[in-house]
Nanobody, 123 residues
């Protein structure tokens, strides 16, 4: 299993850019996929929206609302995950969470979450 810690959130004007980072520690080899989710104001935890995901072999997918504006990538050692966000829109204001999914030694699946980082986009 892994531990996740996000950073890089803040206040930015619509149209601007921001890069989020997620530090990953623990058993990196157990991770199959990493992702960024966001929870908009007034939404419950169960309503977190998948923003972007990347598999261990580098395949990516994005929510339609962020395609061509956001980019998810990892560093070469896979102990850091990033989300480059360009042309930000006010509706993107949310707490952004780093997520990891994988398999533990006994084959049991796990999901790990960070504590989130606030992104506020002013119109």
């Amino acid at each position: 299993q892994v531990q996740l810690k996000e950073s890089g959130g803040g206040l930015v004007q619509a149209g601007g850019s921001l890069r989020l980072s997620c530090a990953v520690t623990g058993n990196l080899a157990s991770v199959n996929q990493m992702a960024w989710y966001r929870q908009s104001p007034g939404k419950r935890r169960e309503e977190r929206e998948l923003v972007a995901a990347i598999t261990s072999d580098g395949n990516t997918n994005y929510a339609d609302s962020v395609k061509d504006r956001f980019s998810i990538f990892e560093n070469s050692t896979k102990n850091a995950l990033f989300l480059q966000m360009n042309r930000l829109k006010a509706e993107g204001t949310a707490v952004y969470y780093c997520n990891a999914g994988g398999t533990m030694g006994a084959g049991a699946p796990f999901t790990s979450w960070g504590r989130g980082t606030q992104v506020t986009i002013s119109a």
